[in-house]
């Protein structure tokens, strides 16, 4: 949630800073900003709405030619999204200038306490009170590094700030408290981006900071310290893809290629998995096989499309394992005092790394002595940071802020997890996980088939823009996939749609299905009999009541044929990989429904990529 660049070096900052926010406008889009110091001055434009409207003005009245800026793209939380409420900030003087991802919760206490000294503000926003706190700092004759100290000491809350002072023409500072930052490490210019995808056209190399640092970049040095000055070593890591990967490629949307991605995404999951002898080696799994073995039961704890994940991976632990799993909403586990002990693992599963809710639900898993599993896409993000052990998916960097090819690539990681834990605790012989791992090596190509079939499900889709609700019906694994089908319709187009477990239809759900409604069903394969014509009975059920019925069903299956009033086909799968193929034909149908209405799909109205506020 919301975006945030700084650059010193060479170039001209205004550039340098708007081509980070393009590439991290993903993670909030109602207003952007830029400022940069020139000749002992600030400059700064910020706009409502997306950023293109800053760009507009920009090219009408361009900033000065300064070298050292800092920008930001935002996601209102306090005020509404306004010119005025836009970052970045300044404080009375206009000497300091200030960007914040985050919420400080003490804002008013501290805003009432120098409002008594004739401090006028600007904004309705939490964020302004910190610019000024900075600007008085270094006002009272302390360098920037250390007004931010200062100020950080007086914050509650979750906050990355990253500030400029007009005096101080050559540096920026940054500090990080629950929100994400990173370095980027340049050849005489420095960055900083709540991502990579900020500065990964600049450089590769970056650096990881922890909770309660401060950052202070100039062209050829980097300084890190707590906020009580005390130097940190921070860790340094190189961004294994390149620009390439954070671009469109000639797609319409970023989601749109990011669906064509899956097969490769989810085969990069895969590498690198097994040893010679045939093993599964996790490599940065950091549990020992003791701790394993002693484990009773394992907890599942994510928030929206990785909350689908850990549903389909109970189905598969469960079976593989004989381990008992729970999976529970982020949001809620840790308000509900969860039965958690040394002998429970806690799995946190994020595509960004940065989710304020899991993050919030694993301290408490920790605080309870639980070890901790992150399966996670982001390098360098904080769940890992803060886990004992993580399995990375590798997805590359997830733009479109509907996740796909993170749901897959989750998908494999829990696969690969149930797996090892099957492993290692004996509860499957080696030849059957040797088999499951073969089968899961042939999902790409699968994928790849169902990919093949696009255009007719677009055609499907088109043909439902006057839908105002759509349902979506799966069992077992099924269940989870038409959970996250509807999530996909919802987040995308703005449709009434809800997933529902088939066989609960008939405790209530069914009232709402009238003549035409669209239905879309996930058919479990037939090798699962009972499974199988138990799903068939639902849908029968719910075309005699007038619904339009969409079939997901594995080749050859002819029993469905007279249900279907249309036939999306499957390969053919054993029903616990069936996810990795179901949900593909979900996100197209979703893609293209909201892109024949007219939606931005990649940047969806009210929301984020990155959910850094609780
Ligand atoms: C939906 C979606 C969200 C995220 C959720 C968790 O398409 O992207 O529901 O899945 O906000 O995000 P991560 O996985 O980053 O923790």
Redo the contacts with the bound molecule.
Sequence with gaps: MCGIVGYVGPQRAQDVVIDGLRRLEYRGYDSAGVAVVHQGELAVAKRSGKLANLEKELADHPLPPAHTGIGHTRWATHGPPNDANAHPHTGGARRVALVHNGIIENFRELRARIEADDHAFLSETDTEIAAHLVELQVQSGVDLPVAMQRVCQQLDGAFTLVAVDAEDPDRVVAARRNSPLVVGLGDGENFLGSDVAAFIEHTREALELGQDQIVTITRDDVTVTDFWGRPVEAKRFHVDWDLSAAEKDGHDWFMRKEIFEQPRAVADSLIGRRTTAGLLALDEMRLADEEIRDLDKIIII??????YAGMVAKYAIEHWTRTPVEVELASEFRYRDPIVDQTTLVVA???????AD?LQAIRHAKSQRARVLAICNTNGSS?PRESDAVIYTHAGPEIG????K??LT?LVACYLLALYVAQVKGTRYGDEIDEIMVQLEAMPDHIATVLEQAESVYELARAHVGTRSVLFLGRHAGYPVALEGA??LK?LAYLHAEGFAAGELKHGPIALIEDGLPVLCVVPPRGRDQLHGKMISGIQEVRARGALTICLAEEGDRKIEPYADHLIRLPQVPVLLQPLVAIVPLQLFACELATALGHDVDQPRNLA???TVE
Aim: hydrophobic residues 30%; neutral net charge; charged residues 15%.
């Design positions: 994510a928030c929206g499309t990785s909350f599963i994020s595509q960004s790394g940065e989710t899991t769940i802020v509907a996740s796909t993170g749901f989750q999530l996909k987040e990529k990155s959910v």
